[in-house]
Every structure is written in C-alpha cells, then in structure tokens.
C-alpha cells in the first residue's frame, strides 16, 4: 500500500480496542444519529441481494442489527469486547434470532472457510482497521464468488474546504478511533474501484456506499 494513500496516523489493534473502551458506553448517542442514514441503506442494500449468508464486520454496538430483514442470517464479529456486549444485549433485548453469532475477532484474519458468506458488510469500519488491503483480501476469501462486498464509510474529499478540514483533523485519529483523512484509494486497487458502484449517503453526501460484486478473479 502506497504511503501517499495510507492515512497519515495508523490504528493499530490495541488502539481500535482502547479507542473503542471509551467510546462504547456513549456510542449509539454520539455516533448513532449522524451514521444513521449509511447504516440504512447499507443494510437496504443487503436485503436486496440474493443470499442468506451475512456477515457484518465491526459490528460495534449492533446498531444495524435489527433493520436485517428476517430471512438473512447474520454473523457479526469485531475486535472490542465492549462493543459486543452492548451487541449482546441489544440482540437479546430485541429478540434477534436471526442473529447467528457475535464473535471477537480481528476482520484482517477471521478463522471462517473459505467462502463462508453470500454477503459481507462493513459500516464505519473500512477507515478504522490497521490494514484496510488486508480487510479487503479477507472479505474476498470468506465471500463465495458471485457473493457481494459492501461498505459504507467516510472517504477523504477530493478538494475544497473539506479536505483541507479533514487533512486538519487526522492528527486527532486516535482518540476519535477512525481516519478522518482515509481514501477510497487506500482501500479499493483500481480494477475493483471501476467495478464497484458508488453511492453517496446523507448528511451532505459525507458518507459512500460502496457495492463490490466479488467475481471469481478478483481474490487477494
Ligand atoms: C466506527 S465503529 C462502527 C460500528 C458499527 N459498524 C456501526 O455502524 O455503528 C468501528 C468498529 O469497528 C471495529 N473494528 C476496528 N478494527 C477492527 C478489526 N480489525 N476487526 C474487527 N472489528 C474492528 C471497532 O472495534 C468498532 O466497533
């Protein structure tokens, strides 16, 4: 991966963790409101494909959780424990039982077969992961083939006010726990960028839903 691409402060894994320590209690109300609409039409976009088989990578406090509809089956995994036990509870709270198993686990390295899942998911959580072309290579290897990948998240603007504003705030990526100056580049090669379809999400088009159709070439 490219220097000039990569964000300019890295996460690594025990930072994701203690940044997620302290933001777990406060998260669905800080987060929630503003990450709503991505998280929406990223699950929106998921009901609409074929295959049962769903897995949502960080999936944080489970927020998304109940908007699957009923038929999908859904694993969740993430690397704070303080995150899923808020998921844990949210699932039993609302009767889930479409909700298959939340596990902790590090989505740069699952311990799933290959082809596990029809479908991969993950919201906010592209810019947060130490190595997003290792994310991506992982989401390849437990997605069948004909399987779809997709992602919502932030992405750096290209110009104007806001990338200088988001350039301004990356010093601040560890304790936010996300990048705020992470490019698509970072995460998708050329050959899957002309692939994937792009759609930006509210408020002002500050978030992307990213729809990657896992062909059988496209592993690693
Ligand atoms: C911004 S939160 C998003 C949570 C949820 N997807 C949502 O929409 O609210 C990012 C989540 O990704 C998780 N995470 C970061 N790196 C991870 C990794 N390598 N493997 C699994 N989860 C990770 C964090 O622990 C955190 O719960």
Redesign the pocket.
């Known amino acids: 991966m490219s220097s000039t691409l990569s964000p300019r402060s890295a996460?690594d894994?025990e930072a994701?963790?203690a940044?997620?320590r302290r933001?777990a209690r406060v998260?669905d109300t800080v987060?929630?409101g503003v990450?709503g609409y991505?998280?929406k039409r990223a699950v929106a976009a998921v009901n609409g494909l074929p295959g049962e088989r769903v897995l949502?990578?960080?999936?944080?406090?489970?927020?998304?959780l109940p908007s699957y509809a009923r038929h999908k089956r859904i694993t969740g995994?993430?690397?704070?424990k303080d995150?899923?036990e808020r998921a844990h509870q949210r699932v039993l709270k609302e009767r889930l039982t479409n909700v298959d198993d939340l596990l902790e686990?590090?989505?740069?390295a699952t311990s799933f077969e290959d082809n596990s899942f029809d479908i991969a998911v993950?919201?906010?959580?592209a810019s947060?992961?130490?190595h997003p072309d290792r994310?991506l290579a992982e989401l390849k290897r437990v997605v069948r083939p004909g399987g779809y990948i997709l992602f919502?998240n932030h992405f750096l603007a290209t110009g104007g006010v806001r990338l200088a504003i988001e350039r301004a705030m990356a010093s601040a990526s560890h304790s936010l726990?996300?990048h705020p100056d992470f490019a698509i580049e970072a995460l998708l090669p050329p050959e899957d960028l002309n692939r994937a379809t792009r759609i930006p999400v509210p408020p002002l088009g500050l978030f992307t839903l990213v729809t990657l159709p896992h062909i059988k070439d496209s592993v690693g």
């Open positions: 996460l894994a994701v963790k940044a997620y933001w998260y987060f929630g990450s991505g998280r949502e990578v960080g999936v944080g406090t489970g927020l998304a995994i993430d690397l704070s995150m899923l686990m590090d989505a740069e993950a919201m906010f959580v947060v992961v130490p994310l919502v726990g996300w």
